[in-house]
Structure formats: structure tokens, C-alpha cells
């Protein structure tokens, strides 16, 4: 009988706490603390309620068939915000009056899109017209850190779908070449810090780059590149510019082995190793690298702000029916 008691308090004092955190949240939504342009956490509340259930089922199935996608997703978020903010531009196909951004060298290699594509379809035979596709990818890469054993965080919801993707805004992507100091300036003109910067980099402890991005390091000697790892990378070149090479030892875990490697002068990209080369930025990097609890908060912060570039309200977005092709 105690035991029955004791149970029944539990519960009584864990459904209070659930309660009180689940008010503080709606609250503080309501208000719009810390969100602009009336992004909230609890956006879809009353109009799709299963959103986030169906996203996370959606990406963790397709996690499940291939664990690489978890990068993929992040860099395709990434890509999205970057040019024209976080509307899903994307995700829009070329037409015959248009080369969209996905068709720029600097995206082929993206991957993913049947994802996105997958929880659109569902979410719009469950309640249609109303889930966004730049919501999907940005809730789509949340889902992405976590599965890979990231920090776990939420996003404010409410963003709409730009009608413009043309391949000539592809050239504000960051370049694989791109020193610390013009990295700083690139990301700066987002509103991002050099520690930011540096956090939002961290994002290649997941996935791969091809050696068409890293082969011009090794045409030369690069003094900033570990010796034997050059003949690594140079091996991985043998098979042609597709080949890929991991950017770190651990490619479908989110953890901190990539600020490691970067220690020992085993950066794939000149663009990573530029990060722990620099003195404007090697005391993070070397941060990064001794605590990975810190490198988790400073990313799912970057994460979070960065998800807030350029917001599409009103009647600047939509929400595409077809993810694909403005409607």
C-alpha cells in the first residue's frame, strides 16, 4: 500500500512539473520571447498538431535505411538559409525560364530531398495548406543532430516559403577555400559571431567532402596539413573527384572528434583547418575539442538563430502544396 502511494505522489507531482513546464512554454510562445516575425514554438498548436510526430517518424525511418542523410539534411538546411533566408528555396525545382539554386555546382551534391518530399505528402493529406517546406527542412535537420547523438533543441515554427531560387544567389555559400578571416566576414554578414561561426563548422563532425572540394591542397605542400593524412587524402583522390573522404573518424556521430582532428592538422577542407590555423579562432576550436558539452550548447544556439535568417511573413512567402514548385 506504501509502495501504491508513494507511486500515485510520483505521478501526481511529475504530471504538476509537466504541467507548469508545458504553461511556461505556451506563455512564453504567446509573447513571442526571443522570436521575431511571429515564429513560435507552438505555431501548428491548433491548426496540425502532429507536425512534429510526423517529421520526426518520417526522418528517423529514412535515418534508419541510411544514417548518412543525417548530414545531408543539416548542410541542405544550412544551404537553404544561407541564400534568401530560411524559406525552403531549396527545395525548388529548375524551370524552363529558371536554373534554381539546387542546380548550382556548389549544391549538386546535396542530398535528401525525398525526405522533405515524404513529410510534405503526408502532412498535407493530414491537414493541408498549412505546414510550410522551410519548417519541414529546418525541423527535418533538428530531427537529423538528434538521431546523430546531438544536443536536443526546439524551434520556433511560422516560417513561409520564398517564391524565388536562382542559381546566381549561390555564390554567398561559404567556400571550401575560405580562410578563417573571410569566413568571419561571411558569416558576420549574417549577424553570426567568430565563436558561431566556429560552433555552426562543428556541423562537419557528420558526413563527408569530395575530393574535388580538398584536391588543390595536395598539389602542394601545405604546411597546415599533417603529412600522412595528405597521402590519405591523396589516396581517397585516386578515385576520382566523387570520391569522399569522412571529415572525421566518427562520420554518423554528432560529437566533438572533428575540433580533435583539426588539433592534429587532419582538417579535410583548407576551410576547416583554417578554423584551428588561425589565431582568431584556435582558442575555440581548441575549446571545442576539450569540451564537447560546450560545443553542443554553442551549436544548438547557432542552430536556433540561424533558423531565423530572413524570415518569409505574409504575403512575402506561402505554404507550397508541392515542396518542388511555387504554387
Known amino acids: 500500500m506504501m509502495y501504491t502511494s508513494s507511486m500515485k505522489s510520483l505521478k501526481m507531482v511529475m504530471v504538476k512539473l509537466t504541467t507548469f513546464f508545458m504553461l511556461i512554454e505556451v506563455i512564453t510562445c504567446q509573447f ?14 491548433m491548426s496540425c498538431p502532429f507536425v512534429e510526430p510526423v517529421v520526426k517518424n518520417i526522418v528517423n525511418r529514412a535515418l534508419d535505411n541510411d544514417p548518412t542523410l543525417a548530414a545531408a539534411l543539416i548542410r541542405m538546411h544550412f544551404h537553404d538559409c544561407f541564400i534568401q533566408g530560411c524559406d525552403g528555396s531549396i527545395l525548388l525545382d529548375s524551370a524552363k525560364d529558371n536554373t534554381a539554386e539546387k542546380d548550382s555546382p556548389a549544391n549538386l551534391s546535396l542530398r535528401g530531398y525525398e525526405v522533405i518530399d515524404d513529410t510534405k505528402d503526408e502532412l498535407e493529406n493530414r491537414c493541408p495548406g498549412v505546414v510550410s517546406c522551410a519548417d519541414i527542412l529546418a525541423m527535418a ?11 536536443v533543441y526546439n524551434i520556433p515554427k511560422g516560417r513561409k516559403d520564398g517564391r524565388r531560387s536562382k542559381i546566381e544567389d549561390t555564390r554567398n555559400l561559404p567556400s571550401p577555400s575560405f580562410n578563417a578571416s573571410e569566413l568571419i566576414t561571411q558569416f ?17 563532425t557528420l558526413g563527408v567532402a569530395r575530393c574535388s572540394s580538398f584536391k588543390n591542397r595536395l598539389s602542394q605542400v601545405d604546411p597546415a596539413l599533417d603529412t600522412e ?45 583554417t578554423l584551428y590555423s588561425s589565431p582568431r579562432t584556435r582558442n575555440i576550436v581548441n575549446a571545442y575539442a576539450m569540451n564537447q558539452a560546450m560545443f553542443f550548447l554553442d551549436f544548438q544556439q547557432a542552430m536556433v538563430k540561424m533558423g531565423l535568417l530572413d524570415i518569409k511573413q505574409g504575403s512575402n512567402g506561402e505554404v507550397r502544396s508541392n515542396c518542388r514548385k511555387i504554387n
Open 32 to 45: 513571442g520571447f526571443g522570436f521575431g516575425g511571429g515564429l513560435n514554438m507552438n505555431y501548428y498548436l
Open 229 to 273: 593524412f595528405a597521402r590519405t587524402l591523396s589516396r581517397t583522390c585516386t578515385s576520382g573527384d566523387n570520391a569522399e573522404q569522412p571529415f572525421d573518424a566518427t562520420r554518423n556521430d554528432f560529437d566533438n572528434v572533428y575540433f580533435n582532428a583539426l588539433l592534429r592538422k587532419n582538417g579535410v577542407l583548407f576551410s576547416d583547418q
Open 188 to 204: 558576420g554578414q549574417h549577424g553570426f559571431s567568430a565563436q558561431e561561426m566556429v560552433a555552426l563548422s562543428g556541423a562537419h
Open 141 to 151: 535537420a533538428t530531427e537529423a543532430v538528434f538521431y546523430a547523438g546531438g544536443p
